[in-house]
Structure formats: structure tokens, C-alpha cells
């Protein structure tokens, strides 16, 4: 069979597993109760990506793109807390390969599991794994991309480490560097290692259910 079909398969059974993943915090954060002044939230967020790669590859440069996606945000403690992301990625870099610099596009969709701990009211640092599966790889400067998507990898792990800021309204933002850990690079051609380099500024929102209302005027009454 088609090599591709093979591909596409395993990049469908990555997606339901990261769905999976995030309704169970989803699922799990609906347990906690009504007399508890901790509650979870689900929201969305978006931003932009400051993209690049490290390793062997010579005279890159990197590229500004954009991430967006849902949030579920689970407490642990009054200052512990555990956020679960599905995004959509779009990252990539510059590469001058003459007199040309060509532009390549690496499309992710993302589950970062991150652990926030608040260190001054609304302020948190945040740090944790993430799980990127290649959607599309694009060299925007060739016509024929099907040999450079193969030399790519479907998976990508890397690290979080950011910082975050909460408004009590649900509007939060957030910084964070994202450290490849994995080689991006399949190539039976030549010995290639390259990771990402990601870094983001989000801005998002966390809704509040009715049961968070109540315990929230309760709190201030």
C-alpha cells in the first residue's frame, strides 16, 4: 500500500489520542464540588509563534506565525494547577540555500500538558511536556513537496517553560519557550538532526459556568 496511507493513519490515531486526553482533564474537572471555591475552566486561547530549528542545518532564520486553540485548566491546589491545550501550530523557519532564501512551513497540531504553579496572586510559572503531530510540511519556494514532507517526522516532543498572568475575569496571558527534544528530521539521505525552537505570547480566555458565579459571590459576600 501507499506509504501515505500508512502515515495518515498514525497521524489519525495521535489526533484521537490527544482528543481523548483533553476531555479526560475536561471530564475530570467537572468533578469538583460545588462547595469547593476551586473550579475549572475551558476556554480558548491564540497568539503568535516566533519559530525556528536548532542543529545541523546552516544559515537559518526564523519566522513569525500563529497558534490557536482550546484550553481546560484543572486545580489542584489554591496555587497548583494542571492545563491541558489543543492547538493548531504553525511554525517553521528561513533557509538560504545560493542566492535564495526559502521559506519552510511546519504545521502541528499540539497538546501541551502544563503545570502552573502561582508564585504572586496572578502571576504563575508554568512548565510541562507537549506532543506535536505534523499536519503539513511545505517548502513554499518548490512545486513538488511529497518528497520534502517524507523527509520529516509525524511526531514531535518538546518543553514548556513560561510564565503566565490570570485577570480574575477569565483573561489570562501567557510567554513560553518551547525546546524541541526530538529530531524533526527522517531522512535516509544524510545524518540530520534539527529541533524546534518555538517561542509564543498568547492571549486567552476561561469561561466561568454558573456554579463558579455562585461560589465567587459567596467568596465575597
Do not use: C
Not at 496511507?5 to 498514525?10: A, C, I, P, W
Not at 516566533?50 to 526564523?62: A, E, F, L, M, Q
Not at 496572586?121 to 512548565?127: D, N, W
Amino acid at each position: 500500500m501507499d506509504i501515505h496511507y500508512f502515515k495518515n493513519m498514525k497521524k489519525n490515531s495521535i489526533i484521537i489520542t490527544m482528543v481523548i486526553i483533553l476531555g479526560f482533564i475536561s471530564g475530570n474537572a467537572q468533578k469538583i464540588s460545588d462547595e469547593d471555591p476551586l473550579y475549572a475552566r475551558a476556554g480558548f486561547k491564540a497568539g503568535v509563534n516566533y519559530s525556528n530549528i536548532i542543529g545541523d542545518t546552516d544559515d537559518t532564520d526564523s519566522r513569525v506565525r500563529i497558534h490557536l486553540g482550546a484550553v481546560v485548566e484543572y486545580p489542584i491546589s489554591s496555587k497548583f494547577f494542571i492545563q491541558g491545550e489543543l492547538l493548531y501550530s504553525a511554525q517553521g523557519y528561513k533557509v538560504r540555500v545560493g542566492d535564495q532564501e526559502q521559506k519552510i512551513s511546519l504545521n502541528y497540531i499540539s497538546l501541551p500538558i502544563i503545570t502552573k504553579i502561582h508564585i504572586a496572586g496572578p502571576l504563575s510559572l508554568e512548565t510541562g511536556p507537549q506532543f506535536s503531530l505534523s499536519t503539513t510540511v511545505r517548502n513554499e519556494d518548490i512545486p513538488d513537496n511529497d518528497p520534502f514532507f517524507d523527509s520529516f517526522k509525524d511526531l514531535d516532543i518538546s518543553w514548556v517553560l513560561g510564565a503566565g498572568y490570570k485577570l480574575e475575569s477569565g483573561m489570562f496571558f501567557q510567554l513560553r519557550y518551547n525546546l524541541g527534544l526530538t529530531n524533526i528530521n527522517d531522512t535516509g539521505v544524510a545524518d540530520i538532526t534539527n529541533r524546534n525552537s518555538v517561542a509564543q505570547l498568547s492571549i486567552g480566555y476561561l469561561f466561568k459556568t454558573k456554579n463558579n458565579r455562585r461560589i465567587l459571590r459567596e467568596e465575597y459576600q
